[in-house]
């Protein structure tokens, strides 16, 4: 695997760390079907399943 998580969950700014980009770039692609959906875990609170995340960059790299 090319990342370990410590969480099953990780957050959008996690994310944007991680993959270096911006919170627009990230919804965008959520918009137009490049990236896994965020999971609502109340009003405020936005995150992303890890094994999600994980068969994604499978997928990425694969693809390549």
Known sequence: MLVEFDSPYQTRQELEKLFKV???????????????????????????KVSDIESWLTEKETSQ
């Open 22 to 48: 911006s919170p627009a770039t990230i919804y965008r692609w959520i918009k137009e079907g490049k990236f896994p959906k965020p999971i609502h875990l109340g009003a405020n609170m936005v995150r992303w």
